[in-house]
């Protein structure tokens, strides 16, 4: 009867493992559902268990504690945005001065010797990047990457184990100055985002055990919702930090890594990004004077184009709107050939250790130095073109210098390198170079065009590689230097003196984004924010749009296909189509139940978990007229927190009374609670005596009696939207309800508080709870029955 009862089962979020096709497979029409999982992370318990445990610590805390909860709040976000910032601040100084030092040294040997100054830069780069991968691969495996896909996932209800340590984000730190210090193709704002991320998980969980860097006083966050907050923080305050925009740190967490937002939150995170531009910008300006060594405009991107084109015409909308389906094209392309070598990199190449990893790093590192080092050298120099009278632009300069017009191999003292302006350079002096204004004719198409083919391919080598890697910058790169061809082709055809190629360069970076990466309203404020110039906010809306739209004609985001390649099964915004029509009981149809009873031995839990991997399991119990009835929940962590103490162990098989409050509370909630990126207690790590196996455990207490149930037949649209909504891990389905004890309808939900600090007034029913009965309201003889009474019965 049980097994006809509870056919339809629980955890349907396994419904989610398997929700897309596998992307390397080219698979699109059939969706199937299964779990889909690499054994690499688990998911997260964003619901609140309420078990008599939580009940009677809510119970003992007043509006006091209530109060100093918030302020706590408000705190570990003072905290974040300082912490983010000094991160960001140190990773930018320690990258400016190591390629301060490498162009310096490169360029006082080159006057004597272009090979020994060749030499020179690749042993550089080489040292740079061997330390980066070392790193990673002997201390730190989960710094690899941006981080954005990870933390995407755990945001979305998704652990991947090791992502949020403490040896994670110093490897992150230090693995991104090696990285892109070393002048690989890629960035460091991917990473900052991650690093922000771990430091706010890591106060969120008090500090680093493992370690011994932890401190009690900041172990306030027991719940996996509360940290969950704390890394939307995070993320928010790396964005900021990266490109000193503060509002687009903002809307980035919102757009693009939560799936849970709400007012208070938002709060939170502004006051992050608002902390972080406040300490960048302390940091800036202490280093103005000299203090940083070779750090100084650069550095952080800001790259000010606010002097440069001044208004557009309705003829250059054409153009533009071009580039924006050139970057949605090459943006979709960028996504399918990362996601292909990618692929090939975790299933056959990345297999075989971590020494192979280190010199796939190492090689890719000396064909990028022998590129953009080699390449300038087969480029002719140009004259230098006609200083204005009011121009600060200098003519030529030295290589590895902030500024235009570098002179690199060129015979003649008033003669530059065009190439080796963008390709000898730093990625951020690259793009201010780019995006100057006032510089026509200083790049050849001949050279913009090499030097697009060779970076994009750069890029799409080193994308996966074992090192921290960001694309933001590399997309910039690739997508201004697209625009600024497109650039100088209007300004040829129109003839007119107002447009400016730095303008194109811009919307070019902006619509490569937007077709990689898929964002669209934090993408524009972020870009707006970083060149400072609010007249080119239509045409940046509308390259955006337009770039989106046809990547996403092609496939997805850039984080959602590596994801997607990692087996982290992401929850999207919207269900797929399919699911209109099927329904709950499909799709648990084949599965089977595992229960236990209410008073369990601990010798057939011990088996259960042994034989199972489910995380979450239906208690039943036996009413009076001899039918099985569902009472809650219990969590598989739970269980064996129980086993491991051993404090409730019971020699009797009788249940204990729950009503009467002769229950001694053995645990606090806390004990419950999983340690942050950790896989926490496992069946092996428990260890019971022959005796402890005889003994019983009464599950009434720890279990969730209210856990999120749907009927069978409701539809799984329904079904996911509520599974993504409140961040779910276990729905139950349930037969057709049998009666109603009641309905609820929003104004039901309507609460009053009078001044009596303890009286709460419901405005439907005028019912009036005091003080010691809060935790009763409505009490009645039907609150007393059991969770799905009425429900669970027998057709």
Known sequence: MLSNHLQNGIETAKLVWSRLPNSEEGEAEEVTYGRKSEGTSESLDYEVIENYAYREEQAQRGKLYVGYYVVVKWFFALLIGIGTGLAAVFINIAVENFAGWKFAATFSIIQKSYLAGFLVYILINLALVFSSVFIVTQFAPAAAGSGIPEIKGYLNGVDTHGILLFRTLVGKIFGSIGSVGGGLALGKEGPLVHTGACIASLLGQGGSTKYHLSSRWLQVFTSDRDRRDLVTCGCAAGVAAAFRAPVGGVLFALEEVTSWWRSQLMWRVFFTSAVVAVVVRTAMGWCKSGKCGHFGSGGFIIWDISGGQDDYSFEELLPMAIIGVIGGLLGALFNQLTLYISYWRRTYLHKKGNRVKIIEACLISLITSAISFGLPLLRKCSPCPEAEANSDI?????????????????????????????????????????????????????????????????????????????????GIMIGSTYGRLVGMFVVNFYKKLNIEEGTYALLGAASFLGGSMRITVSLCVIMVEITNNLKLLPLIMLVLLISKAVGDAFNEGLYEEQASLRRIPLLDSK??????????????????????????????????????????????????????????????????????????????????????????????????????????????????????????????????????????DMSLTKVYNLFRQLGLRHIFVVPRASRVIGLITRKDLLVEENEESDTVELQSTSVRVHGPDKRGVARNTDAEQPLLDGLLVQR
Do not use: W
Request: aromatic share 12%.
């Open 575 to 712: 269900p797929k189509y399919q699911m209109r029509k099927m329904t709950a009981k499909e799709v648990c149809r084949n599965q089977k139940v595992v229960y236990f009873p209410r008073v369990v031995k601990v010798a057939d839990v011990v088996s259960i978990l042994r034989t199972n991997k489910h995380n979450g399991f239906p208690v039943v119990e036996q009413a009076r007229n001899g039918e099985a009835i569902v009472i809650g929940l219990v969590l598989r962590s739970h269980l064996l927190v129980l086993l491991q103490s051993k404090l409730d162990f019971q020699h009797s098989p009788l249940p204990c009374d729950l009503g009467g409050g002769s229950i001694p509370i053995r645990h606090n909630f806390s004990e419950f609670v999983k340690p942050v990126s950790s896989k926490g207690l496992s069946i092996e790590d428990i260890h019971l005596s022959s005796d402890d196996l005889e003994m019983y455990i009464d599950l009434a207490p720890f279990l969730n009696p209210s856990p999120y149930i749907v009927p069978e």
């Open 394 to 474: 200098e003519c030529p300069r030295p290589p590895g210098m902030y500024g235009n017009y570098v002179n690199f191999y060129c015979s003649k003292d008033k003669e530059y390198n065009d190439l080796a302006t963008i390709f000898f350079n730093t990625q951020d002096d690259a793009i201010r170079n780019l995006f100057s204004a006032k510089t026509f004719h200083e790049y050849s198409a001949q050279s913009l065009l090499t030097f697009l083919v060779m970076f994009y391919t750069l890029a799409v080598v080193t994308f996966g590689t074992a090192v921290p890697a960001g694309q933001f910058v590399p």
